[in-house]
């Protein structure tokens, strides 16, 4: 097995590479997780601009299926930046 690290800053980051895995900070490298996105089945539309709608009296169901897009909506952004840099498939 190979260990190697392959660069070194001031604060401490350490990233090492060792038979395909990653670590960071000195933690035991890994290999790559895999992350699955959300699948969306609650046909609201999201709207980061307007978040999660708090409930009220006047419950109304649009507002909890856009909040539940919202999420999901937010997830898969998170999913989607963390496979294009490489950290999840």
């Known amino acids: 097995m190979t ?9 401490g980051l350490y990233i090492a590479q060792s038979g395909g895995k990653l670590g960071f900070y000195g933690a035991t490298p ?9 699948t969306d089945g609650s046909t609201g539309t999201a709207n980061a601009a307007t ?3 708090p409930l009220t009296a006047t419950y109304n169901s649009t507002l909890l299926i856009n909040s539940i897009a919202t999420l999901a909506d937010g997830i898969n952004r998170i999913r989607t930046a963390l496979a294009n840099v490489g950290l999840v498939t």
Not at 3 to 11: A, F, K, M, S
Not at 30 to 38: D, E, G, H, L, Y
Request: proline share 0%; no cysteine.
């Open 3 to 11: 260990v190697q690290t392959v660069g070194r800053d001031l604060e």
């Open 30 to 38: 890994i290999s790559k997780a895999t992350v699955t996105a959300v």
């Open 51 to 53: 978040g999660i709608q």
